[in-house]
C-alpha cells in the first residue's frame, strides 16, 4: 500500500510563488509515474504534471508549461511542484497520484489511471 501526504499549499497573491510537496510511503516500482492534479470547486479533477521515476520524463499541462516545474528526490520519496508567477485561476485543491504502470503522453493526464492518491493541500491565488 501506498501513501501519499502533500504539504505546502497556502495562500499566496498573483504572481507569487508556492512549492508543493509530495511524501510518498510504501513500495513504489521504478516503472511508476507521480503526478500532480487540481481541482477547483465545482470542476472536475485536472492533469497538472506528472514525473517519471528518474526524473527524465515529464510532462505538463498547458495552462501550467513555462511556470510550473516538477521534480522528485527519490532518496526522500518525494516529489515537488515548484509553481511560479500563479495567477487567480490557478486556485485548487492539489492533490499528488501515483500511476503505476509507466503511463506516457496524454495517457498520464487521465487520473484514472492513477491507483494511489493524496489528501490534497489548497492553494488560493488572490488578485
Known amino acids: 500500500q501506498v501513501q501519499l501526504v502533500e504539504s505546502g499549499g497556502g495562500l499566496v497573491q498573483a504572481g507569487g510563488s508556492l512549492r508543493l510537496s509530495c511524501a510518498a510511503s510504501?513500495?513504489?516500482?521504478?516503472?511508476?509515474?507521480m503526478g500532480w492534479f487540481r481541482q477547483a470547486p465545482g470542476k472536475e479533477r485536472n492533469f497538472v504534471a506528472a514525473?517519471?521515476?528518474?526524473?527524465?520524463?515529464?510532462y505538463y499541462a498547458d495552462s501550467v508549461k513555462g511556470r510550473f516545474t516538477i521534480s522528485r528526490d527519490n532518496a526522500k520519496n518525494t516529489v515537488y511542484l515548484q509553481m511560479n508567477s500563479l495567477k487567480p485561476e490557478d486556485t485548487a485543491v492539489y492533490y499528488c497520484?501515483?500511476?503505476?504502470?509507466?503511463?506516457?503522453?496524454?495517457?498520464?493526464?487521465?487520473?484514472?489511471?492513477?491507483?494511489?492518491w493524496g489528501q490534497g493541500t489548497q492553494v488560493t491565488v488572490s488578485s
Open positions: 514525473i517519471s521515476w528518474s526524473g527524465i520524463v515529464t
Open positions: 510504501g513500495r513504489i516500482s521504478s516503472s511508476a509515474r
Open positions: 497520484a501515483v500511476n503505476r504502470n509507466a503511463c506516457s503522453g496524454y495517457g498520464c493526464y487521465d487520473p484514472a489511471v492513477y491507483d494511489y
